[in-house]
């Protein structure tokens, strides 16, 4: 029996998600981690792609995230994102979007963070094969 | 003495007027509403936003990192003024009194020969500070477009004046807004957003050291234009409650003034009417009599 942790997600216009859970697979920006109870304490960035986390014995849940943050400390796990949206109402079209968005603002050329809108595609791109 | 006939016309503009009032009062008290709820779903986000920015900041003092982000802005010359104000009037002193502290602010900085930069959000703002202050104009946002505000809009706002910034414009960033005390008060405020300094009190008292990945310098330049964004997104959002509050108060005084007016107005008709019933009365009695 695995010990529960909290885990709220929350969006700038809104709290998404709010619960004891199990475990959280993060995608982090320098790779995955898996959060399970007692872990360290750490502020790590996320990059576009899925959550994934699991509230006990039912099955694992998942939510679409553009990007934010996330804080562990004391077994609280608070992630902030740009935006949320839950596997079973995720649609193709939602990323692809958000892809369009991203050439869009390259295309428009005199942007300065340009590497990390490049970043951003290609983890958009990525989360669209698992979609 | 106004006729009959005037006084009537009179009593019927100010009814149709105060149907007006009453109309817009409660239109904003719908609004208010709204506002009210939005800002109040906002506020989990902004609140860890600055827990989690001020464990940043202080770990990050201890490994005395120089990001570019950080600092108290004591020693700056260049000063920019973000000027908040609403899109519409008729809301009372809402954006007069935005514009006054902006003033009072831009007052005390000409006084200490700094550099100041003016960039407005929301029309009636930019049409008080026109006037004066034309030349310092940097920028313009215009909400007009907007029925409710969006973190877009804000992100979009907070990315201009980030790089800003970054090439040197300025150096120390203030916004003014209207801060939403209650329905029947908001305070004219003012909020530095850049450069981000810490204060001790917000540091989480715990203390726990937490781990950063990547490091300490990456996470503050993705995490601090974030938060500057969120608390450009909550300014607006307090603002437009203010707006709303602002607003319905603004009406419902002049509801009541209305009327006031019209009870004294139905008196005055009364009277006149009254005076020349009498005078009729008179004239067919004395004709009477003179028979």
């Known amino acids: ?131 | 003495m106004p006729s009959l006939k005037d006084l009537k016309i009179r009593i019927d503009s100010v009814k149709s007027t105060r149907k007006i009032t009453k109309a817009m009062q409660m239109v904003a008290a719908a609004k208010l509403r709204k506002a009210q709820e939005t800002a109040e779903k906002g506020r989990p986000y902004a609140e860890k936003m600055r827990a989690i920015v001020s464990n940043l900041a202080s770990s990050a003092k201890n490994i005395a990192a120089d990001n570019k982000f950080l600092g108290d802005g004591r020693n700056s010359k260049k000063f920019l003024l973000i000027v908040a104000t609403a899109e519409r009037g008729l809301c009372g002193g809402f954006n007069s009194s935005i514009v006054k502290l902006a003033k009072s602010r831009i007052a005390e900085l000409t006084s200490q020969s700094k550099e100041i930069k003016i960039l407005t959000i929301g029309k009636k703002g930019r049409e008080q500070l026109n006037r004066e202050f034309e030349s310092l104009f940097i920028g313009h946002v215009d909400l007009s477009g907007e029925k409710n505000i969006t973190i877009e809009t804000a992100r979009k706002i907070s990315t201009d004046i980030i790089s800003r910034f970054e090439v040197g414009e300025y150096e120390v960033a203030e916004i003014f807004y209207n801060k939403f005390a209650s329905v029947i008060s908001q305070i004219p405020s003012s909020y530095k957003l850049l450069p981000v300094s810490f204060n001790e009190k917000e540091v989480d008292a715990t203390n726990v050291s937490f781990n950063f990945e990547p490091d300490e310098d990456e996470i503050l330049n993705e995490v601090i234009p974030k938060s500057i964004a969120t608390s450009i997104f909550s300014v607006l959002q307090e603002n437009a409650a203010s707006e709303q509050g602002s607003r319905m108060a603004a009406m419902d005084n002049a509801t009541r003034n209305a009327g006031e007016m019209i009870d004294k107005l139905t008196i005055d008709f009364n009277r006149s009417r009254q005076a020349a019933i009498t005078n009729e009365l008179i004239e067919i009695i004395s004709g009477a009599e003179a028979l």
């Open chain 1, 1 to 131: 029996m695995t010990s529960k942790f909290e885990l709220s997600i929350i969006s700038a216009e809104s709290k998404v998600f709010e619960g004891e859970v199990e475990s959280v697979l993060v995608p982090g920006m320098i790779g995955d981690f898996l959060v399970l109870s007692n872990h360290a304490p750490c502020i790590s960035s996320i990059r576009p792609g899925f959550l994934e986390f699991s509230e006990g014995t039912s099955k694992k849940q998942r939510y679409f995230v553009s990007g934010g943050i996330i804080e562990v400390s004391n077994n609280v796990v608070s992630v902030l994102v740009d935006s949320a949206i839950a596997g079973d109402k995720i649609v193709k079209e939602d990323i692809t979007t958000l892809i369009h968005e991203i050439d869009d603002k390259l295309s428009a050329g005199d942007i300065v963070n340009k590497d990390d809108l490049g970043l951003r595609k290609n983890d958009l791109e990525e989360a669209l094969k698992q979609a």
